[in-house]
């Protein structure tokens, strides 16, 4: 019910903010916007993410602090200061070096006593793309958010059932734990799709035509705000340093494997990193949790035509199946699309039979 719902203050209204901004008022919930730039916070207006803050607007119950990672702490401390009842939460993507800052700057503000309504907070989720415009009220649907909890048990309580209203699904961890986790998720994985991406500068056009949807997968976060993320890198670079280091010696495996490949061992070598990385992805959980691998994979092939995706739904349905996970792939340069479904490993081969027994053009992945 709306009324239930505590009041929001979304302040930096970029992709998160205004996604944060998007999804509460989908609920009913009262949100004000505020950004230091006042052409982004009146585009997060103008999308429905919120209310323009003013002087004088009504104390909000939470505050969510979505500016940059460099500017975080001190709109943090600014929060608690500003608004002394309300619960602050961010969505930066470091956690240890912003908590210190905050520490810091409450201590020269004498607050120290507040620091347990400030619960920090980090959905995994997000875009390659910056600013109000690329929000998404779903975009938090069934993603991790990770909350460190303050020692205050109502305000981290306030903030978990903030991030479960926003779809999120709430993982406790120290800030520590947090950094370690998300160097390996999230920052080495991004260094890593930069460093691909930046080698097609210089490669020909005709080339890059070629490129199919193996480069896609491995660059589409190449595509990310450079600032953003020399913030976080810089943020985390304790623990992203000794990943990076592995992966240097890795590639340097590769390398001398390459040099002689029809050396004695050499092939092995290569075969062992290109399965340990088989191994690695294994390990990504798909919905629920469980092994993405736990999933039988039918892959359907549809003609780029309106209603195709509907039609194959709907047989889904009739059949009793259910879909655990969907990708849709485009052919560069033809007419055609394929499906990969994800469905219950037991039911894979009958599916791809009963959509064939239909007319359609599908088979079991194996
Ligand atoms: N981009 C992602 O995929 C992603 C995912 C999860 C978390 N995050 C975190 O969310 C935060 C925001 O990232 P984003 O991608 O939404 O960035 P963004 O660039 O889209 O938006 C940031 C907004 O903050 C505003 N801002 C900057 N300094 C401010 C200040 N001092 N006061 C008020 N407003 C200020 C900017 O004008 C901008 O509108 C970052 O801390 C980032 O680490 C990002
Ligand atoms: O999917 C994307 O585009 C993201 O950039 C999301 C992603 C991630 O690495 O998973 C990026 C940074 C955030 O701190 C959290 C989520």
């Not at 991004?190 to 890059?208: C, E, I, M, Y």
């Not at 798909?286 to 993405?292: D, L, R």
């Not at 209603?307 to 889904?316: D, E, K, P």
């Not at 599916?351 to 064939?356: S, Y």
Request: glycine share 10%; proline share 5%.
């Amino acid at each position: 019910m709306a009324a239930s719902l505590p009041s929001v203050l979304v302040v930096g209204t970029g992709l998160l903010g205004a996604s944060v901004g998007l999804k509460w008022r989908s609920l009913g919930g009262a949100v004000y916007v505020r950004d230091q730039s006042p052409t982004a916070a009146a585009i997060a207006e103008d999308l429905g993410a919120g209310r323009l803050w003013k002087d004088g607007s009504d104390a909000p119950d939470i505050v969510v602090v979505a500016t940059p990672p460099e500017s975080t702490a001190e709109s943090i401390v600014a929060a608690l200061r500003e608004f002394p009842d309300a619960v602050v939460t961010d969505v930066a993507s470091i956690k240890g070096r912003i908590g210190a800052q905050v520490r810091e700057l409450a201590a020269k503000a004498g607050i120290t006593a507040d620091l347990g309504r400030y619960v920090p907070g980090h959905p995994m989720a997000g875009r390659e793309r910056s600013g109000p415009v690329a929000a998404r009220a779903e975009l938090f649907e069934a993603m991790p958010w990770i909350v460190c909890p303050s020692g205050d048990a109502d305000a981290t309580h306030a903030v978990e059932t903030l991030a479960r209203r926003l779809g999120g699904t709430v993982v406790t961890m120290t800030p520590e734990e947090h950094d370690s986790a998300v160097a390996l998720v999230s920052h080495m994985p991004q260094v890593a799709a930069s460093l691909v991406a930046s080698r097609l500068t210089s490669g020909h056009d005709s080339s890059l035509a070629l490129a199919g949807n193996g480069l896609r997968d491995t660059t589409r976060i190449a595509g990310s705000d450079p600032t953003l993320w020399v913030q976080i890198l810089a943020g985390n670079a304790a623990a992203v340093r000794p990943l990076l280091a592995e992966l240097a010696s890795d590639l340097h495996g590769v390398l001398e494997a390459l040099e002689d490949p029809a050396a004695p061992g050499a092939r092995l070598a290569l075969a062992r990193l290109l399965d340990a990385g088989q191994a690695g992805r294994s390990r990504l959980p798909g919905k629920h949790g469980t092994s993405s691998e736990r999933f039988a994979h039918v892959m359907v092939l549809l003609d780029d035509r309106p209603g195709q995706l509907g039609s194959l739904f709907n047989v889904l349905a009739d059949l009793g199946v259910n879909v655990e996970d969907v990708r849709m792939e485009h052919a560069p340069g033809r007419e055609v699309g394929a499906v990969d479904l994800s469905v219950q490993t037991h039911l894979g081969q009958s599916t791809a039979d009963e959509l064939v027994a239909r007319g359609m053009n599908a088979y079991h992945v194996r």
